[in-house]
């Protein structure tokens, strides 16, 4: 019975420390990420790479923008993490349009390296009856370092390209609305990897480090940025509130409590099956007894 409720008590210490550990995750949001509170969601895109608009994860961006055009957004994702993309675009009125066309979605890591979605569908070709078209694009696990012949995404920023590649040339210039979603999960303990790099955030005034007051090449000082002041370089994202590493704390800690309560008491029960009945009223055997 001792073995028993000492069972019983060890499970139950596991599962409230499993709870402990998993609310978080689910208190922050979708997929256990949101936005900055208070932080209106983005109506407008870039241009290019250097123009992309800042996307925080779990915000929904939108875009009026013409057919043909190139849509940029950036977000910021850490090592652990799973980035994942969706855009939905509203096409105009079969009746302006001569024929179907494809809608691409490109994901590039802060170098500007492609990164391949592990599922979803970045390109997809829409007929000219329809009126919407959606694309997505999931990404592989953030990782904290690489190997430099890898292509694998690194902790950083991350931006977001979207447009058409294949369309009538009639249809050029159409006007079009974009809905862009940006969300990271976390892969979990059992996909965590250790490493420290820096993240890739490229700096978004050329010509100066990041941490240093170096003057850009023309020589201009001047500048009305509050981020200039103090050295501050400004980047294409902000740092998420957690840091760009995955932290030393992961499910595999739950895991590892839980062997090893489940270890101690399979080695209880074995030695209580093991060591055999024992007499109560059994009179002990020795120079002094009886027998």
């Known amino acids: 019975m001792r073995a028993l409720r000492t069972l019983g008590a060890a499970l139950t210490l596991c599962a409230a420390t499993w709870l402990t550990a998993a609310a978080p995750a689910a208190a922050d949001g979708k997929d256990g990420t949101d936005g900055k509170s208070g932080t209106e969601a983005p109506t407008e895109a870039g241009t290019s790479f250097r123009t992309a608009?800042?996307?925080?994860?779990?915000?929904?961006?939108?875009?009026?923008?013409?057919?043909?055009?190139y849509l940029y957004w950036v977000f910021p994702a850490a090592a652990g993490q799973v980035p994942e993309v969706e855009a939905e675009?509203?096409?105009?009125?079969?009746?302006?349009?001569?024929?179907?066309?494809?809608?691409?979605?490109?994901?590039?890591?802060?170098?500007?390296?492609?990164q391949p979605c592990a599922s979803g569908t970045p390109a997809r070709r829409a007929a000219q009856q329809d009126r919407t078209v959606t694309v997505s694009c999931t990404l592989r696990q953030v990782r904290s370092w690489s190997e430099r012949w890898a292509n694998d995404p690194l902790q950083g920023a991350y931006y977001v390209r979207l447009t058409v590649a294949d369309l009538p040339a009639q249809d050029l210039g159409l006007p079009i609305d974009a809905e862009v979603e940006a969300s990271v999960r976390d892969a979990g303990g059992a996909h965590a990897d250790g490493g420290d790099m820096t993240p890739l955030n490229p700096v978004l005034r050329a010509g100066t480090a990041p941490g240093t007051d170096s003057e850009p090449p023309d020589g201009n000082t001047a500048s009305d940025s509050p981020n200039d002041k103090g050295g501050e370089v400004p980047h294409a994202v902000a740092e998420p509130e957690d840091g760009w590493g995955s932290g030393w704390w992961s499910d595999r800690w739950v895991w590892t409590v839980i062997g090893a309560a489940l270890a101690a008491l399979a080695g209880v029960g074995g030695y209580t099956l093991t060591r055999g009945p024992r007499s109560p009223g059994r009179p002990p055997i020795g120079p002094g007894s009886d027998i």
């Open 89 to 114: 675009l509203k096409l105009p009125d079969a009746s302006s349009r001569h024929g179907s066309a494809t809608w691409q979605l490109d994901v590039y890591d802060g170098l500007r390296r492609h």
């Open 53 to 69: 608009t800042e996307l925080e994860p779990g915000q929904q961006a939108t875009a009026a923008a013409s057919t043909g055009d």
